[in-house]
């Protein structure tokens, strides 16, 4: 078949990633501007300034960041694997060290404010996202990116790490959406009913960021899009077993 022949299901899937990173950077502004517009911008001085990095972060690291780590697995389908798993770390990385510290930030305005920490469903909810997205990034390391563990170990954990990941991702999103939820009872439970722009704004971000996890959950399950089998990869991954492992060429 000839590769350089226009394929619909190519265009379509640069449109929808193209889509999913719409969807992922319009809530990462609207929930600057709702902390920045509506609750006075951001500081890191125990007022409620501080406070306003905490949902920031956290949509920007656990959900869109997240979100476009596990993509580059289909966006660079093409690519060295070495490359793409390398990329795949770094941005994981980066959106845990953003999401650590809008973690910090919220503990240290509760700290300042003396507010008690972790009663709600949604500080339950994202500590454990946050925890277990952790332990995911520490295995991911462990088990692909400098792997010590056998091959059959790899193999036969590889499909737990991709659907770990997804279960993150609507993790995350489930516990933004009871954020969403919890600061707006908190800053305008009597006007909210009223359709307020604070209150549109937020529902609004809340549908964003569930458009973005459907997008993406799409875009990570449809078969068409997942990378091809790669012989080359494949014979080096069979060849550096065999030297490891004391295994035969011919070993699956």
Known sequence: MDDSAPHPGRSMFAWLVGASQVLGLTSVVLTGV????????????????????HPLCMVLGLVFLHGDAILVYRVFRNEAKRNVKVLHAIIHLLAL????????AVFDFHRAAKI???????????????????????????????????????????????????????MAIGSSLLGITEKLLFSIMSTYSKFTSEGVLANTLGILLMCF????????????????????????????????????????
């Open 34 to 53: 709702w902390m920045g517009h509506y609750h006075g911008g951001f500081a890191w001085d125990g007022s409620d300034r501080e406070f306003n990095l």
């Open 97 to 104: 060290i953003i999401s650590i510290i809008g973690v910090a």
């Open 116 to 170: 008690p920490d972790m009663y709600s469903l949604h500080s339950w909810c994202g500590m454990a996202t946050l925890v277990l997205f952790c332990v995911q990034w520490v295995m991911g390391l462990l088990f692909f990116l400098f792997p010590v563990a056998s091959a059959w170990l790899r193999a036969s954990y590889l499909p737990v790490h991709v659907f770990c990941g997804l279960v993150l991702l609507v």
């Open 213 to 252: 996890g459907v997008l993406l959950g799409y875009l990570i399950t449809r078969e068409e899009y997942r990378r091809p089998p790669n012989p080359e990869e494949e014979s080096l991954s069979v060849h550096f077993k065999t030297l490891t492992e004391g295994g035969s060429p011919t070993t699956p």
